[in-house]
């Protein structure tokens, strides 16, 4: 099994910061790509940032240049550097991660951690 846990999240003025972190817990898995989704209120979850298990990163659009996402293979743990952070930044993010064993790939989903920037 693999479990997911998110901290970080929390409340910020426009143009501050946030480092968001998710440690996954695997048992008999091996953690492949992680991701960052985020969903504000209304809108649909999207997909914000990923790193695969050898480094390669991808963002969205609207937070290239800003959110930095990296990982720490050892510790199974998964960071999210939001720098320059816009109110339309806010949403709950969720840490996403892609695990496998012989035969068997699952997806897990953490339980979610709220960032709010004020303007």
């Known amino acids: 099994q693999v479990q997911l846990v998110e901290s970080g999240g929390g409340l910020v003025q426009a143009g501050g910061s946030l480092r968001l972190s998710c440690a996954a817990s695997a048992t008999g898995f091996t953690i492949n790509t992680m991701n960052w989704y985020r969903q504000a209120p209304g809108k649909q979850r999207e997909l914000v940032a990923s790193?695969?298990?050898?480094?390669?990163?991808n963002y969205v659009d609207s937070v290239k240049g800003r959110f930095t996402i990296s990982r720490d293979n050892a510790k199974n743990t998964v960071y999210l550097q939001m720098d320059s952070l816009k109110p339309e930044d806010t949403a709950v993010y969720y840490c996403?991660?892609?695990?496998?064993?012989?035969?068997?790939?699952?997806?897990?989903w953490g339980q979610g951690t709220q960032v709010t920037v004020s303007s």
């Open positions: 996403n991660a892609w695990a496998s064993r012989v035969g068997i790939r699952r997806e897990y």
């Open positions: 790193i695969t298990s050898g480094g390669s990163t």
